[in-house]
């Protein structure tokens, strides 16, 4: 029962609606060079306060360069790349330090009085309130990700940077690691950019979703779909407008049929 | 503990079974069963080597003549002193060494020089340096120690998983706090090999040192009993020796097993 859906630039969201005029991150002609190759050229961007971006981009299309720079792990060389003073990644694999219990991870580099009451507020967030003086290697890979998550959200950062946090994780877990991170971005309102090559996990996810190609931003899509998102008509439409962004050939959606016939995809994964 | 009362219960009153195909214990009791018996019926003159019964009276002796724990003593305070100099000596270095460019470019192609060198080899020239006092024995033992606590250390220090050093600088941690939490804890392990190994070469050291000239300490009675043809004493001292040897590996295991609590190794023990 496919309903027709506007995706114009209508705000998805009351925390995204009133974007103020300062964004959270302004970057402008910036280029990154490594020897002869150019990773990023000529890239401008934009995130508001409180917008949830995905980057979405095949493997060497500079997406992950891109959040480094943000991040301040590579050198921005004076260009201009403005980012609030308070930042957090979430990467790839957990990171976290073996021989340090739990909470000790997520206070890392905090200083002050309440530390591990900080540092328990926050697993409590990721349902892992009970497993605070464990060792990281007791605990499985969803949940050391979500330790990962709670050790970035508790510097209530400006913007929060996850470089592929669910790719390592199987298939239910990141189902609810996708609940888990709109109801952590709600409660906490950072600015997200969320590097992915899952697009289906962009378009659940995102206010807007960026598509990197040859180190600019090809292509730029506003959803303005309620969440949670089903994998509806409105949906397989901008999933098959982004995989054609992404050079992906994926069969038209037949979707506007009214009888809700939902077509089958290819995987919305790009395998790069 | 709790493993052994778990098997008797299970098994009740019962005597275990013995399997004779597992009995490691064995074939050792076995050679000193026949070693006793060649010493009593004369094969084995005492001259070659003592009985294991005389080799017992002998340690028992020994032991409550106050001969074998006051030679003890100065074996073991040796040791001690030459493997806490090594020690400081091998951290300081590798510390330097492993944690800046420089460091490593002034430092670590010495190391590796005197690396080629035995360190027993040194001997003859530290007793024309040092004498025949306590200063060659324990500066032998210094220097063989410092190596493989350095090696592994250096090693270790350069081995911390990069991944993580850039995860906790991006949350903030820099200098010596980074060092403090990530760097050493991540060279544990290593560090904790190389002192398993130095231990090892401390004894080995202190075995040669001990032949030049002692006054006293577990060489001295060796040399001794060597002039007087006493095989069971240098038998004892051998077994002193190798439990010196058995007990260093366990001080260390145990320093592991609490250092390195984290890891999966021990955790399921």
Not at chain 1, 29 to 50: A, Y
Not at chain 1, 257 to 264: D, F, M, N, Y
């Amino acid at each position: 029962m496919a309903q027709p859906i506007a995706l114009s630039s209508v705000p998805a969201h009351p925390e995204t609606a009133a974007a103020p005029a300062a964004p959270a991150v302004r970057v402008r002609n910036f280029t990154r060079r490594f020897g002869q190759v150019t990773v990023l050229e000529d890239l401008d961007l934009d995130i508001g306060r409180g917008e949830f971006v995905a980057l979405l981009g095949r493997s060497g299309s500079g997406k992950t360069t891109l959040l480094r720079t943000l991040a301040g792990l590579d050198p921005a060389d004076g260009q201009a790349v403005a980012t609030p003073a308070s930042k957090a990644i979430v990467f790839q694999d957990p990171r976290l330090l073996p021989w340090q219990r739990v909470w000790k991870n997520v206070a890392i580099g905090l200083g002050g009085p309440g530390v591990r009451a900080r540092a328990e507020a926050a697993l409590g967030e990721v349902q892992l309130g009970h497993r605070l003086d464990v060792w990281p290697s007791t605990l499985s890979g969803g949940e050391a990700q979500r330790v990962a998550l709670a050790r970035a959200l508790v510097r209530e950062p400006g913007l929060l940077l996850l470089d592929e946090p669910f790719a390592a994780v199987d298939a239910l877990t990141r189902l609810r690691m996708h609940e888990l991170v709109l109801a952590l971005w709600r409660a906490h309102a950072p600015a997200v950019l969320l590097v992915t090559h899952d697009v289906d996990e962009a378009i659940t996810l995102a206010d807007r979703v960026l598509v990197l190609d040859h180190g600019r931003i090809a292509a730029e899509e506003k959803i303005a779909l309620p969440r949670p998102r089903d994998n509806d008509a409105a949906f397989q439409a901008l999933r098959h407008r982004l995989l054609g962004h992404l050079g992906v050939e994926a069969p038209a959606p037949r979707a506007v049929a009214g009888e809700g016939s939902l077509v089958a995809f290819p995987s919305g994964e790009i395998v790069a | 503990m709790s493993l052994t009362a778990i098997d008797r219960n299970s098994i009740g009153a019962r005597w275990p079974k013995l399997h004779l195909s597992q009995a490691r214990w064995l074939s050792p009791l076995v050679l000193l069963a026949i070693w006793e018996l060649g010493s009593r019926t004369g094969v084995v003159p005492t001259r070659i080597l003592a009985a294991p019964s005389t080799v017992l009276i002998t340690l028992w002796s020994m032991i409550v003549s106050g001969e074998l724990p006051s030679n003890l003593l100065v074996s073991l305070a040796r040791a001690a002193a030459g493997l806490a100099i090594g020690l400081v000596a091998g951290v300081s270095l590798a510390l330097v060494a492993g944690l800046s460019r420089r460091g490593e470019t002034a430092i670590d192609p010495l190391m590796q020089i005197k690396r080629t060198i035995p360190s027993l080899a040194l001997t003859p020239l530290f007793i024309v340096w040092f004498g025949i006092g306590e200063a060659p024995k324990i500066t032998l033992i210094a220097v063989g120690t410092t190596f493989p606590i350095y090696l592994n250390l250096f090693a270790g220090i350069r081995a911390v998983d990069p991944r993580l050093v850039e995860a906790a600088r991006s949350f903030g941690l820099k200098g010596p706090s980074l060092i403090a939490q990530v760097i050493l804890p991540g060279a544990l392990p290593a560090f904790l090999t190389g002192l398993r190994y130095a231990m090892g070469v401390a004894l080995l050291v202190l075995v040669v040192a001990e032949q030049i000239n002692a006054q006293a300490g577990l060489g001295y009675l060796i040399n001794n009993a060597r002039d007087f043809m006493r095989t069971d004493i240098i038998v004892v001292c051998l077994l002193v020796y190798a439990t010196l040897g058995l007990a260093a590996d366990q001080a260390v295991r145990l320093l592991e097993a609490r250092a390195l609590a984290w890891r999966p190794t021990f955790l399921k023990s």
